[in-house]
C-alpha cells in the first residue's frame, strides 16, 4: 500500500478547499441590482442554466461602498467609476458562481457586448438590460480575475459547502 506523502495531501487539500484554482471551469457572475429590482433574476438563471450553465454558490446582498470601490477598483479612473459605484450600491444583486467547461469565454458570449444596443440576439444583455451601465449582469474578464471575483464574494468555507 503507498501512503500519501504530505506534499500529495497538501496539494490535495488546496484543490478540495478552492477548487477555483485549478482549472477554467468556473467563472463569476452578479445579477446586477437594475435587473434584480425588475424581478428578473429568475429568468436571467433559467436562461444560463439552459446554456449549460450549473450554480455552484450564491448570494444575494447588497454592496457597500467600501466592497463595489474595491471590486471595481480598475476602473477607478474612468468617467463612469463613481456612477457605477452608486448604481451598484443602490439595491440588491446576485453574485453566483457558474460552472461550465471554458466558463469565462463562454458567460462572456452568453452575455454579449457591455452596451445592450450591441448586445446579440438572444444574449443576457439584450434580453434584459436597460444600458450600457445598468446592464444587468457581470462576468469575469479572465480565469485570473474570476478566482479573485470569486474569492471577493465566497469565503473558502461557502465554496467548500457549494461542492
Ligand atoms: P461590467 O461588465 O460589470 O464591467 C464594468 C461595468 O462598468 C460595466 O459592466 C458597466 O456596468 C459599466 N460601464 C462600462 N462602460 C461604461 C460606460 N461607458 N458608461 C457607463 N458605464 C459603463
Redesign the pocket.
Known amino acids: 500500500m503507498h501512503l500519501p506523502t504530505l506534499a500529495h495531501l497538501c496539494d490535495l487539500n488546496d484543490s478540495i478547499r478552492n477548487p477555483f484554482m485549478t482549472n477554467g471551469t468556473y467563472t463569476l457572475t452578479i445579477i446586477k441590482p437594475d435587473a434584480f429590482a425588475t424581478g428578473k433574476a429568475g429568468r436571467i438563471i433559467a436562461h444560463l442554466e439552459s446554456a449549460g450553465f450549473k450554480v455552484r454558490a450564491a448570494r444575494v446582498m447588497r454592496m457597500t461602498e467600501a466592497q463595489a470601490g474595491e471590486f471595481?477598483a480598475v476602473?477607478r479612473e474612468r468617467p463612469?467609476y463613481k456612477?457605477?459605484v452608486s448604481f451598484m450600491t443602490s439595491g440588491t444583486c446576485m453574485p453566483m458562481v457558474l460552472e461550465k467547461p471554458g466558463a469565462v469565454a463562454a458567460l462572456r458570449k452568453a452575455i454579449g457586448a457591455?452596451d445592450p444596443k450591441e448586445a446579440e440576439p438572444g444574449t443576457v444583455r439584450k434580453l434584459f438590460a436597460e444600458s450600457?451601465?445598468r446592464?444587468a449582469i457581470?462576468?469575469s474578464d479572465s480565469d485570473e480575475n474570476a478566482q479573485r471575483e470569486t474569492r471577493f464574494f465566497f469565503p473558502d468555507a461557502e465554496i467548500l459547502a457549494a461542492f
Open positions: 471595481y476602473h463612469f456612477s457605477l457591455t450600457k451601465e446592464n457581470h462576468a
